[in-house]
């Protein structure tokens, strides 16, 4: 095949090619046939021909046998005049013994008869010549011959008649051409469909570049076949893509953590940087009035040197303490460079750092309470002693009265590690820069000299560095709360090691109420401070006197006797816990167990807050028996009590049908802090 | 008497035209009598005899002259020619030999014109072809008489005595002849 044709028929369309293959196809077939056909059909004709021309030229020859031998050549033209009626003829020669011309016939004057016959009498047979078929014939008589007869037949008709076929063949090709085309244009789509199906998927997952998508194919047949390879491709590479995006992502996470420790790096130069100017500064400090008291100790008199001598120790001191403190931090933060985390029995941790810095406290009649289960936790033993150490250290530095503690709770995101104290506070103002170096709470000389501001920088340094929050709480003359919040779930409990739920809910309650025992004692030990805080301080301000009283406990002011709460729970145990809690805020609580009981108690007293549990039994819910004790109330012309349910259950039919009602919830366990907050709301505005 | 006067008249005749034709051309009268030779010879190829006709299987077809047959030396050239699978051969009858007959063929010369029906009458005539030149040849018993036609011959065939004779003559013998009698 040319070159060029290749070339056009690469561009064609599929449909198209399989057009012109149909087309060329059948072309070639009824074209082959016809030749073949029409070619057989002329064969056939002419030999007909020949073999009627040779029976006529015998039947003439017998019949014209007598006229040779007798001369008789009007008889002889009679016979070959009976052609007349054949069409085909165009004319007949009868040859004498003597190979001369004896009769002849003819039709329109088409006589092509030579005088003479140059052939032997016995000779036969047959040509075509001139668009005819010449048959010569013996013409014999008792098995001699006696002459030839010459018939020439035209081959106009059979032309014609090919001809004619050959026209019909024309038509029937035509017409076949015309079916073949739109049959083949319905056929080729089951070809071109799933192909165009698989250009459109490809297309699509090309604009969208979404390789989940797949090619269906509906023929069970090699488009089949090519569609599921192209599927299998595209699953293929879809896996790879998935691999690429991680491995992009987890190149974006290297980077960035890489930007991160780089922007890190650059910080920590810039702290040392800032952290030397002011260490140079500081320094010059106590030098200065180490220079000072010394010029003054040789000039002074006898009786004021233990004055002078006190203070140039006192000098001495804090530039002790200063050097210990840059040194540690030097020390320490060469350590974050090797971080390394662990699990931390913290219950451990605490009570020995408690027990080295109780003495501290003990010295300025400091009480320092420690609450802390066995919990593990996953931090860094080293960072999280000087941590708390720190900020012991600044809570018995601050605090003058009163006393500290040191506790380690649960909490949403994990554990925290709070340390509390009833020290001067710190401003609002302030807060926000507690955490940077050289930055002192107070600006109190006698206190700030015991300290350079590089306590707490430590401690956020560490707590950033360990993935640990920190969170301050302060109101000036109340108090401080630092809770070190540490976000992991490795909560072990060596006591109990089982994981059921149920357990651990227990475990929570038991812990709560463990909470609350301590927090109890704390608070009766420091209640005497707080009295006689009060009375030595009655000329301070109301708000002082409100604050300082929130700082015992913020919410005693909002439980009062005339907010009495009703708790309604049909678990005794659970109903223990939030009743003991709830008393322990000095909260007026009636727990009960039945709805009955519930009434009873509303009928003979007045409550301002009603909560229950949701499932009470087999077929009570809370909301039905709240919905029973609204309808009691109303009954009874009494004044609605805002209710709110508590349940533990996660199942989505109970939590919607509490959504549904008007009834608002909360989730168990229950926290005691937003317990306290919601109560404390609720109670205040009166909802 | 008047078959003597005719036969007399008949032979002047014959003896006038041939006087004449040779004295023409000698060429004409050749080919005239070589024509009738062929005539007679080709006649033997449309007639058809019982096989009682032979003696044997093999027996020639006898072509007898009988009387005065001037083209008879053109006769050897077809004698002892075969027709079919028999031999034809030319012999003089001789009337005085009758009983050894055995002519299959017999033509009949001008001057025996006058016996022509007693001849007939005799039955070992039969099966005989007899073949004459004169104008009642046939209507005296004879099968074919040969007659001349401008610048050929013609003739005319008594079927029935041809039939009478035993003797089966082709029908494109009929279909040449001018004259067929005794088809009723």
């Known amino acids: ?687 | 008497m008047v078959a003597g006067t005719y036969r007399m008249f008949i032979t002047s005749l014959f003896f006038c035209i041939g006087l004449t034709v040779s004295t023409i051309s000698m060429s004409a009268a050749k080919d005239y009598f070589q024509l009738k030779a062929i005539f007679l010879y080709n006649f033997a190829n449309f007639v058809e005899w019982p096989s009682t006709a032979f003696k044997t299987k093999e027996s020639p077809i006898e072509l007898c002259l009988y009387g005065k047959v001037p083209f008879s030396k053109f006769l050897n050239s077809i004698d002892g020619t075969f027709i079919g699978d028999r031999q034809l051969i030319i012999k003089q009858y001789d009337i005085n030999d009758s009983s050894k007959s055995g002519c299959q063929m017999m033509f009949v010369g001008e001057n025996k014109k006058s016996e022509i029906e007693a001849f007939w009458s005799n039955k070992r005539h039969l099966y005989v072809l007899s073949i004459g030149e004169t104008d009642d040849f046939i209507n005296s018993g004879g099968i074919i008489n040969i007659m001349r036609n401008q610048d050929t011959f013609t003739f005319d065939i008594n079927l029935e005595s041809a039939m009478k004779n035993g003797l089966f003559i082709s029908s494109d013998l009929l279909i040449l002849a001018r004259k067929v009698t005794g088809l009723n």
């Open chain 1, 1 to 687: 095949m040319p070159e060029f044709i290749k070339n056009w028929f690469s561009y064609l369309s599929i449909s198209k090619k399989l057009n012109l293959i149909a087309f060329l196809t059948l072309s070639t077939t009824v074209t082959i046939s016809a030749i073949a056909i029409i070619g057989f059909d002329q064969n056939q004709s002419k030999k007909q021909l020949i073999t009627q021309s040779k029976l006529l030229s015998n039947i003439l020859g017998e019949r014209s046998a007598a006229s040779i031998l007798f001369l008789d050549i009007k008889t002889a033209n009679v016979n070959l005049s009976s052609l007349n009626k054949r069409e085909e003829t165009l004319y007949a020669c009868i040859y004498g013994k003597n190979n001369k011309l004896f009769s002849v016939y003819e039709k329109n004057n088409f006589n092509k008869c030579p005088e003479n016959m140059n052939v032997k009498l016995k000779d036969e047979g047959s040509l075509e010549y001139d668009n005819q078929i010449i048959t010569i014939s013996p013409i014999m008589l008792k098995g001699k011959p006696i002459g030839q007869l010459v018939l020439s037949s035209s081959l106009e008709k059979l032309n014609k008649r090919s001809y004619n076929i050959s026209l019909i063949v024309l038509t029937i090709l035509v017409i076949s051409s015309f079916i073949a085309l739109l049959v083949t244009r319905k056929l080729q789509k089951t070809i071109t469909g799933p192909i165009l199906e698989l250009s459109k998927v490809a297309e699509k997952i090309t604009k969208n570049q979404d390789y989940s998508i797949r090619a269906t194919s509906v023929f069970n047949d090699e488009t089949q076949i090519l569609t599921r390879t192209f599927n299998q491709m595209l699953h293929h590479i879809q896996g790879v893509q998935l691999e690429m995006s991680q491995f992009i992502n987890e190149l974006k996470e290297d980077s960035q953590k890489s930007q991160d420790e780089a922007d890190e790096q650059i910080e920590r130069n810039e702290s040392i940087r800032h952290y030397f100017s002011g260490v140079t500064h500081d320094l010059k400090q106590p030098l200065q009035a180490i220079e000072m008291f010394s010029s003054i100790l040789v000039t002074s008199p006898e009786d004021q040197r233990d004055v002078v001598n006190s203070k140039l120790r006192a000098s001495v001191a804090n530039l002790r303490q200063m050097f210990d403190d840059w040194l540690n931090v030097s020390k320490l933060e060469d350590s974050l460079k090797q971080l390394n985390k662990s699990k931390i029995n913290i219950k451990s941790l605490l009570y020995s750092i408690v027990s080295e810095v109780s003495v501290l406290a003990n010295d300025k009649n400091l009480k320092l309470k420690v609450y802390c289960p066995d919990y593990i936790i996953y931090s860094n033993a080293k960072m999280i002693d000087r941590i708390v150490r720190n900020l012991l250290s600044n809570a018995i530095r601050y605090t003058e009265k009163g006393g500290i503690i040191l506790a380690c709770r649960i909490c949403d995101s994990g554990y925290k590690i709070q340390v509390s104290d009833t020290g001067i506070g710190i401003d609002d103002e302030k807060q926000q820069f507690v955490f940077d170096k050289f930055t002192q709470v107070s600006e109190n000389k006698q206190l700030t000299g015991q300290g350079y501001g590089l306590g707490l920088s430590i401690v956020k340094k560490f707590c950033d560095t360990l993935g640990h929050d920190i969170v301050l709480k302060s109101r000036i003359n109340l108090g401080t709360t630092f809770s070190i919040i540490i976000k992991n779930k490795t909560e072990i409990n060596i006591a109990k090691k089982s994981n059921k739920k149920e357990l651990k809910y227990n475990r929570r309650i038991s812990d709560q109420k463990r909470i609350i025992e301590k927090e109890t004692i704390n608070l009766t030990d420091n209640k005497p401070n707080t009295q006689t805080n009060n009375q030595s301080k009655n000329n301070q301000t109301d708000n002082d006197k409100k604050t300082n009283y929130v700082t015992k406990h913020s919410i005693y002011n909002v439980f009062s006797t005339d907010s009495a709460i009703l708790v309604l729970d049909d678990d005794p145990i659970i109903l223990d816990a939030i009743v003991s809690q709830l008393n322990n805020w000095g909260a007026d609580v009636v727990g009960v167990t039945t709805p009955e009981d519930a009434i009873n108690c509303i009928a003979n007293k007045e409550f301002k807050l009603i909560i229950s549990d949701y499932q009470l039994g087999e077929d009570i819910d809370g909301v039905s028996v709240l919905k029973q004790i609204e309808a009691y109330l109303i009954n009874n012309n009494k004044k609605a009590i805002y209710s709110f349910i508590i349940t533990a259950s996660l199942d989505k039919r109970i939590l919607n049908d509490i959504k549904q009602s008007k009834y608002d919830y909360m989730a168990k366990p229950l926290k005691p802090a937003k317990l306290r907050a919601k109560i404390e709301f609720i109670l205040k505005n009166e909802v």
